[in-house]
């Protein structure tokens, strides 16, 4: 018996790693001014800034107790039919993952380089959102979200059951207001030194760690609502 769970353990220990694969080539998003998403549960990776080229990309990577075995026996594809176009100056992005019999998942990973300013839109029913840069206004939402923000947005709308958010501001315009909404909430947030905020929590249940005083009015404005909710505000 122990030689058979060896065994087992040595094909698992020596499975090659499913490598990912693009699905269509990049697409210049060099008019785009807004991007929305859509669908399934999807990794997504944003920069925005002036700096060219602006591009976006789909990628698609086997996971799971059988990805393994997929990329060493089977010569097809990621099973997923994400799709991306271009429509009126926004960048539309449909998720759909693998079929919910495939023995092993497929993640999606969008990549994309966006002009400073842009809005971007995530509706999904799970999501991990990582921005960087400069951008309008950040709408999120979903049953689990998992969201980070380094730079700066004009405004922010993140909702969902579950919800995790660290939000650093490199700037601050004194206009930026932000509201998150859900039922368990970890937000972390960090401004410039010395950035009046004005913040309110309406929670059943909250931890509220601030090293900063709530001034009535000021922005950047922060509106917390949340069954339950840890806020740490720097």
Known sequence: MLSLITAILLLFGTVTPSAAGELQPPLDIAAVNSVTITGEASHIVFTAGDGAPYQARVTST????????YSSWFADQCATRTTMEVRERTLRIHVVNAPLLSLSDCEVLIRASLPAGSDVSIEQAALQA????????????????????????????????????????????????????SRALDASFSFGKDVPISYTVDAKASLVDSKRDSTPGAKPAISIRSDYARVTIR
């Open 62 to 69: 086997r996971s799971g107790w059988f990805s393994g075995w």
């Open 130 to 181: 990582r921005l960087t840069g400069d951008y309008g206004a950040v709408r999120i939402k979903g049953h689990a979200a998992d969201f980070a923000l380094d730079g700066h947005a004009a405004s922010l709308d993140i909702s969902g059951d579950a919800v995790r958010s660290d939000l650093r501001f490199a700037r601050v315009s004194n206009s930026e207001t932000i509201r998150l909404d």
